[in-house]
């Protein structure tokens, strides 16, 4: 990223894209399309029909990890429940079938022990996030539509997800330094390639699991206790 500064709903969302290319990625989990001329992000948000104050406190979290996040009642609850739907189906359905893709084509036709000791290590991996995000499209987000629908949810709680939910990201880094340390790669264009690949989805998990503990789960615990 190039611009490290808070953006409003003034600012226009092309600027946005320009000053800070990665931030495409979460945009478009917004459902939000290209195309959107010099308009401004107010006005993209409105006519997409996405809250405008939870989209800006999502964008300036991952634009700089350093900015203050105040969690309040005024956030869209829904906004970053899709979002996040929106995220586990890149992830599982695109960004990690692609990696292997290319990982099976940059080492797996060699069968070295190194590239199998990856691409097992990686399978391995990929079924943990699986699961991570399985329970939470099976059991945290129905807990917590059915909270904000007016129902009241017994035998759980979002501590229950708090106290249970772990980064997901990390092992993809110990996936880096294998790759880093013990794959020779020569010319190997694509291996470079997946690596990048594999160091851009490791920085987007890390940004997923932060709007997860550091946005959602305080908003539902203030959710919880003033609706008791």
Do not use: W
Not at 68 to 80: F, P, R
Not at 165 to 173: A, G, M, P, R
Not at 188 to 193: A, F, Q, R, S, Y
């Amino acid at each position: 990223m190039y611009k490290i500064s808070e953006y409003t709903e003034l600012d226009s969302m092309s600027d946005l894209i320009n000053d800070n290319y990665s931030i495409l990625l979460p945009i478009s989990r917004f459902g939000i399309s290209l195309g959107f001329g010099d308009k401004t992000i107010g006005e993209v948000c409105k006519e997409n029909k996405i809250d405008t104050k939870t989209f800006l406190v999502i964008v300036n979290m991952i634009i700089n990890e350093d900015s203050q996040i105040v969690v309040d009642s005024t956030l869209s609850i829904k906004t970053i429940l899709a979002y996040l739907h929106n995220s586990h189906k890149y992830f599982l359905s695109f960004k990690l079938p692609k990696i292997r893709e290319m990982l099976l084509n940059s080492i797996g036709i060699n069968q070295t022990n190194v590239a199998i000791v990856i691409m097992k290590f990686y399978d391995e991996y990929v079924l943990e996030v699986t699961k991570h995000m399985q329970y939470e499209e099976k059991h945290v987000f129905p807990y917590i539509n059915s909270l904000i629908g007016g129902g009241k949810p017994k035998d759980y709680s979002i501590d229950i997800f708090r106290k249970q939910h772990d980064n997901v990201e990390s092992k993809l880094s110990e996936l880096k330094n294998i790759i880093i340390k013990y794959c020779p790669v020569e010319t190997n264009n694509e291996l470079i390639t997946v690596l990048f690949d594999i160091f851009s989805c490791s920085k987007d998990l890390s940004y997923h699991n932060d709007i997860e503990d550091k946005l959602l789960v305080p908003l539902i615990e203030n959710y919880e206790h003033n609706n008791k």
